[in-house]
Nanobody, 124 residues
Framework: QVQLVESGGGLVQAGGSLRLSCAASTRTFSNWAMGWFRQAPGKEREFVAHVSWSGSRTGYADSVKGRFTISRDNAKNTVYLQMNSLKPEDTAVYYC?????????????????WGQGTQVTVSS
C-alpha cells in the first residue's frame, strides 16, 4: 500500500513557475517508479512525466518537454515536478502516481496508486 499526497499547486501568471511535491508513505519508495499526470475540466487524464526508481531515467509528454522537470529524493520519499514557463493550457488538477513496473510508463492504466491531486491554475 502506498499513500501519496500532492502539494504546491496554486494560481500563477503565464510565464511563471511552480514546484509540485508528492510525499509517499511507504517504506519501499525506491521500489516504485513515479509519474505525474494532469486532468483539465472535461478532458481525460493525461501523462505529464515519469521518473524511474533511481531517478536516473525520466520521460516527458511533448507538451511539457523543455519546460517541466521531474525528480525524486528517495531519502525523503518525495517526487517533484518543477514547472517553468507555464501556459494557460497547463491549467489542470495534477496527480502523482506510483507504478511497480520498471520500464517507461506514460499510460494511466499502468499505475497502481494515485494521490488526491493539486490544482494548478495559470492565468493569461
Amino acid at each position: 500500500q502506498v499513500q501519496l499526497v500532492e502539494s504546491g499547486g496554486g494560481l500563477v501568471q503565464a510565464g511563471g513557475s511552480l514546484r509540485l511535491s508528492c510525499a509517499a508513505s511507504t517504506r519501499t519508495f525506491s521500489n516504485w517508479a513515479m509519474g505525474w499526470f494532469r486532468q483539465a475540466p472535461g478532458k481525460e487524464r493525461e501523462f505529464v512525466a515519469h521518473v524511474s526508481w533511481s531517478g536516473s531515467r525520466t520521460g516527458y509528454a511533448d507538451s511539457v518537454k523543455g519546460r517541466f522537470t521531474i525528480s525524486r529524493d528517495n531519502a525523503k520519499n518525495t517526487v517533484y515536478l518543477q514547472m517553468n514557463s507555464l501556459k494557460p493550457e497547463d491549467t489542470a488538477v495534477y496527480y502523482c502516481a506510483a507504478t511497480a513496473r520498471s520500464s517507461y510508463q506514460p499510460n494511466v492504466a499502468s499505475y497502481d496508486y494515485w494521490g488526491q491531486g493539486t490544482q494548478v491554475t495559470v492565468s493569461s
